[in-house]
């Protein structure tokens, strides 16, 4: 009897233990998905903007980060509906304090969520305008894959700056213009120090947007 008396309290103290964990797991599950409730509701009223540049003219973003500025010439007159809202978003303040979330060396740099997750956005997609290549330093629109995004569309507002040439992604994603000068701010990005968890691409001091500003001639 006192075996059984043993092995019973054993067996109480080991259910314990699951439900105490289950309860713990039951708890964090809720909070993620109250985060991501929260991604959405930060990011889904916003509507896709009007068209408000002109495709004659030139666009310059001059990008302030943590690590230096960049100077990115827009292209205007290939890739109007991408350009047009970009030049909106950083007009309306969207990208400040955001981070490069995302880095690979010799690869690219993204950034562009709110959420710095890889997740978040503003609630709407762009249509695709695949033509132009991906050198070093071009800038594109992120994108879901092809399983779930056929037509290609655009993130409406993660981007992705290429650290080389990466010709394997032309045709595929929506090229909108490249850095100019800052070319070494992407080199700082690109090669800075990443944790090791996942594909290794999340930096561990990541560099944050402070301001973009949008010139036009």
Request: aromatic share 24%; net charge positive.
């Given at each position: 009897m006192k075996r059984i008396g043993i092995i019973a309290g054993f067996l109480l103290l080991f259910v314990g233990i699951i439900v105490t964990l289950a309860n713990q797991f039951s708890q964090k599950a809720d909070q993620m998905a109250d985060f991501g409730v929260t991604q959405v509701a930060e990011t889904e009223d916003m509507k896709k903007p009007k068209m408000s540049i002109n495709k004659t003219k030139k666009y310059t973003a001059v990008m302030k980060t943590s690590a230096g500025e960049m100077e990115i010439e827009l292209f205007a007159d290939k890739t109007p509906i991408t350009v047009n809202n970009f030049v909106t978003l950083s007009k309306?303040?969207?990208?400040?304090?955001?981070?490069?979330?995302?880095?690979i060396k010799g690869f690219m740099i993204q950034g562009g969520d709110p959420t710095g997750t890889g997740r978040g956005g503003p609630g709407y997609t762009l249509p695709a305008e695949i033509g132009l290549p991906h050198k070093r330093g071009s800038i594109a629109m992120a994108r879901l894959g092809d399983e779930v995004n056929p037509k290609k569309e655009s993130s409406g507002s993660q981007f992705y700056i290429a650290h080389q040439d990466i010709p394997q992604l032309d045709g595929q994603y929506t090229v909108f213009g490249r850095v100019t000068k800052g070319l070494e701010i992407i080199d700082a990005i690109a090669e800075a120090p990443t944790k090791m968890e996942g594909e290794g691409s999340s930096p561990i001091d990541p560099v944050t947007i402070i301001s973009i500003i949008i010139s036009e001639q």
């Open positions: 309306k303040k969207f990208y400040e304090n955001v981070i490069f979330h995302r880095t």
